[in-house]
């Protein structure tokens, strides 16, 4: 995943892990207290109870009904592109095979020609694949990073309700905070997905057919 996902998550984990931080050093709510005195005794540190909870925060994210749609959406969107490079592929593949099957007797022009055709139709090809593919991420991110914002509150209130001092992330991205060993239990990844789902009232997506193989990237063109 690219930086700006990155960002996204790292911020949301930690807005997580400094809430809770936050929330257990509160007092609880009482009366209102007279007015502190001028000088005030210096407050000593207190260990609490400490209830760790751990979330593989990018894979809920992604887990999410939300986001899994919103990334159906998006491939959708990209069909007709995909559509279109496949069938300059398969142009492509036409013409080197046309090119090599050329006789021996044929002019030196038309053969130059031929391969300068499918020079520049590779190079055309590999643009568009190039495009497509930044195009395509990029709107992938957006869509991940707008419920990775959701997804990091819903984790912190789900921590927050359930008596958790602490919530790491566990994601795979070396610039997020991570443990080296945790209880299979407190992990609440699946858990926050199945709230999050709840709270945004979004149905599983469909099951989807298994798609092809994806095509390999153009070859380079034949040499003379």
């Known amino acids: 995943m690219n930086r700006t996902f990155v960002f996204a998550t790292a911020l949301a984990t930690g807005l997580a892990a400094s809430s809770l931080l936050a929330q257990t050093s509160k007092a609880p709510a009482t009366t209102p207290r007279p ?5 005030q005794a210096e407050v000593k540190p207190e260990a609490i109870p400490a209830k760790v909870a751990v979330i593989a925060f990018e894979q809920g ?72 593919t930044n195009a395509y991420n990029t709107d992938v991110q957006e869509v991940l990073g707008k419920v990775a ?3 990091g509150g819903t984790a912190v209130k789900y921590a927050q309700e359930h008596g ?32 999050y789902n709840v709270a945004s009232g979004v149905a599983a997506p469909p099951p989807q ?5 994806p095509r390999r990237s153009p070859a380079a063109a034949p040499h003379q």
């Open 35 to 39: 007015a502190a005195p001028a000088a």
């Open 164 to 195: 958790f001092t602490l919530l790491l992330n566990i994601g795979g991205q070396q610039q997020l905070p991570t443990v080296l060993w945790w209880q299979r239990e407190t992990d609440i990844t699946q858990a926050a997905i199945d709230a």
């Open 149 to 151: 914002q959701k997804f």
């Open 209 to 213: 057919a298994p798609t092809a193989a």
């Open 61 to 132: 994210v992604v887990a999410t009904n939300e986001a899994q749609r919103a990334t159906l959406e998006v491939q959708k969107k990209y069909e007709p592109k995909k559509t279109a490079i496949d069938s300059q592929s398969a142009e492509l593949e036409s013409l080197k095979k046309q090119y090599q099957a050329l006789p021996t007797t044929i002019p030196d022009e038309e053969r130059a020609a031929r391969l300068k055709t499918i020079d520049d139709k590779t190079k055309a090809l590999q643009r568009d694949v190039e495009d497509a």
